[in-house]
């Protein structure tokens, strides 16, 4: 590879982005001669925008392994699943959209929320997905892995896109990118959403996105981006209905409400019709990228403006037999933050070396709440907090490139993280705490053969914990929980544009004590391991032609048992995907279709496995034609119509007419088939 290919290689890979065309090259290139281990994936726009986005979370099952499922309500944070970690809204995958991190810390409903709706799945050019707390550059949430989303600051073609389908599916968007003077660039889109869902009490999602981006180039070797997004969107929920109250589906030993004299609710439907919530997200970010003979230098500066209110009810009637056990948690926050790196490369004696410097800092000034409703009207106030919350990263990586046969990644990366609550209700849950952490990171690739890559990985990571449980007067959580990763690994193509791939990996997590932001307390559990296997294969033919296959086996465990099993609650143990996607322009004429299979194996609920959370296979179709300035599509999700349960939690809860509470499997039914077509024309 040529100095200025690798150097144009490195820049794409960090945080200022570049047009589709330049993205799909750096992917090339960045998986052959950039990867550090046999699970870290770059995935381009061609084959992204094959891939089903009902929802713009499903983008990032496009990294082998992760899943992104709903858990109630069309406006609310996926539940993430990645390596054994149920990671729940983002606790253990650490996620970005152009380095800005999208975790939200001390978030009212759960540790490093992550709500991917503010995205356009069309702006996306380029997914990079990390497994393991091997990587310097990355830091909270960085256990299970880390996934960062590329977007366009250029198209070649303008488009206006229309989507109607089933349940109220309707979608316009618009992207154009204006004709600016020589050394500009510009993207600017709007996308408008609405949906009612299959279920009994209709979602009645709304959401609007606007996004604006402008590139200046400064001379042949730098430039500015300037970046903005704004969202916003309401929904109705039907929440998670406990399986005993639908009938034909209760678990063994329960009967069925008709033995009592009581309806059964509807596999789509609902016990409190008044769920539901409204969020809104406003971000900005000025990136700069720049490089002189052997150095190139990257920095940001980004701006988050965010207030969420969601209204739901898991419990029913066991706290609150007459009135009922509805919450409302509301989250307000600002959020600031830099990323600057400095990356040398120097040669020596035959040996490539390439030093990253990197800081990060990030600062979240917070107010949140949780209230005791009715119907959506306050009843009373369980607690009510500003909370401050910084967070300081530094880190130093040297690659080394000894010869064409043996390279080895070496590094470590210091965060410090500083809290203060006042909390205004309890005033338990007031004062301040701080933590510090040194994650030291190595890897070693070996290639003995030019279609042979051999890895070795380790890296110690970590995630925060909840700032309000972090200062509690009595059993304060650990602000900082590291974990520790092992993974060894190989690639082998033995045909031009197929790969092969094998991973065997470990994680340590040191505790599981995490933040209930549902009932607002702490909820301790011990130290887990977990430990698998990951195979793949995939098959590119130049860019029009892409197919792959995933599977992941895992066991997750806690390493003592505690009198109650072993079993960590939800966590994946074997997932499968798989599929091909096809778009080849023949003269005038540009067909397209894709065929993808995701499947979810049923694993423990509680942690004595008495009760299970069952899997789930599903398949996705889409198939379309171009032709000139036009397009004709249509999506099929859950082509085969599978019944499916997209989340399943084990709750204790109590309906009106029971007695006292039942500990039982509550889900939220996956959707049926469900057919749209699009239709978009361009200029």
Excluded at 94 to 117: E, Y
Excluded at 142 to 156: C, I, K, S
Aim: net charge neutral; glycine share 10%; charged share 20%.
């Amino acid at each position: 590879m040529n100095r200025p290919r690798a150097l144009a290689a490195i820049i794409a890979t960090c945080f200022a982005s570049s047009t589709a065309e330049a993205h799909e090259h750096a992917e090339v290139v960045v998986h052959g001669e950039r990867s550090d281990a046999a699970s870290q994936v770059h995935v381009g726009k061609r084959e992204l925008e094959l891939r089903p986005r009902l929802r713009p979370a499903d983008l990032l099952e496009a990294v082998p392994g992760l899943f992104a499922v709903q858990p109630a309500g069309g406006g609310k944070a996926s539940q993430y699943f990645l390596r054994g970690f149920d990671a729940d809204h983002g606790t253990d995958v650490a996620f970005f959209v152009d380095g800005v991190p999208i975790n939200m810390v001390s978030h009212v409903h759960g540790q490093g929320f992550t709500d991917f709706n503010f995205l356009i799945p069309e702006l996306v050019v380029g997914l990079d997905g990390y497994k393991g707390p091997y990587y310097a550059q990355f830091g909270n949430f960085a256990t299970a892995g880390a996934v960062n989303l590329r977007l366009a600051e250029a198209f070649d073609e303008n488009v206006a896109q229309y989507t109607v389908g089933q349940y109220g599916i309707m979608r316009g968007l618009l992207i154009a990118s204006p004709r600016l003077p020589q050394g500009w660039r510009s993207v600017i889109a709007a996308e408008f959403f609405k949906n009612d869902g299959p279920f009994k009490n209709p979602e009645d999602l709304t959401r609007l996105n606007l996004f604006g981006r402008v590139t200046h180039d400064l001379g042949l070797q730098s430039k500015i981006a300037l970046t903005w997004m704004s969202y916003g969107s309401k929904w109705n929920g039907s929440g998670q209905i406990p399986a005993r109250a639908v009938c034909g589906e209760s678990e063994t030993g329960t009967p069925p409400p008709t033995t009592i004299g009581q309806p059964c609710v509807d596999h789509f439907g609902f016990v409190d019709p008044t769920e539901g919530g409204a969020t809104q997200r406003h971000m900005g970010s000025v990136s700069f990228s720049t490089s002189w003979e052997d150095t190139d230098l990257t920095a940001m500066l980004y701006l988050t403006k965010y207030r969420f209110s969601l209204h739901s009810n898991f419990t029913f009637f066991r706290d609150d037999a007459s009135r009922g056990d509805q919450i409302e948690q509301n989250d307000d926050r600002t959020v600031t933050g830099t990323d600057i790196r400095l990356r040398n490369h120097v040669h020596f004696a035959g040996t490539k070396l390439t030093t990253t410097l990197g800081l990060q800092l990030r600062a979240d000034s917070i107010e949140n709440s949780l209230h005791h409703d009715q119907s959506r009207v306050r009843l009373d106030e369980k607690f009510a907090a500003n909370i401050t919350e910084s967070a300081l990263g530094v880190f130093v990586e040297e690659d080394i490139k000894l010869n064409r046969y043996l390279r080895f990644v070496v590094g470590g990366r210091a965060d410090r993280i500083d809290v203060s609550v006042d909390e205004r209700v309890t005033r338990s849950a007031s004062g301040t705490a701080a933590g510090m952490t040194f994650s030291p990171k190595w890897a070693a690739i070996v290639t003995p053969l030019p279609t042979l890559d051999l890895f070795a990985n380790y890296g110690r990571g970590f995630h925060s914990n909840d700032a309000r449980g972090a200062v509690l007067k009595a059993n304060p959580a650990r602000l900082i929980t590291p974990a520790t990763g092992y993974e060894v690994g190989a690639r082998v193509r033995p045909l031009k544009n197929l790969s092969f791939t094998a991973t065997g990996f470990l994680i340590d997590l040191d505790s599981e004590l995490v933040w209930s932001g549902d009932e607002g307390t702490t909820e301790a559990a011990g130290a887990t391991r977990r430990y698998g296997l990951e195979v793949g294969a995939r098959y590119r033919m130049g860019n029009w032609f892409f197919a792959d296959v995933d599977a992941t086996f895992t066991h997750p465990a806690f390493r003592v048992n505690a009198g109650n099993g072993d079993a960590v609650a939800l966590a994946p143990r074997r997932t499968l995907t798989g599929g091909f996607g096809v778009r080849r322009t023949t003269g005038d004429f540009t067909p397209f279709g894709s065929v993808r299979l995701k499947s979810l194996a049923d694993r423990p609920a509680t942690s004595d496995g008495s009760l299970v959370a069952r899997g789930f296979t599903t398949l996705d179709l889409n198939a379309g034609l171009r032709w000139k300035k036009i397009e004709v599509a249509v999506d099929v999700q859950n082509l085969l119509d599978t019944k499916w349960r997209e989340v399943n939690f084990a709750t204790a809860s109590r309906l009106s007419y029971e007695r006292s509470p039942v500990t039982g499997i509550h889900y939220s039914p996956g959707w049926p088939r469900t057919v749209m077509g699009r239709v978009a024309i361009y200029w």
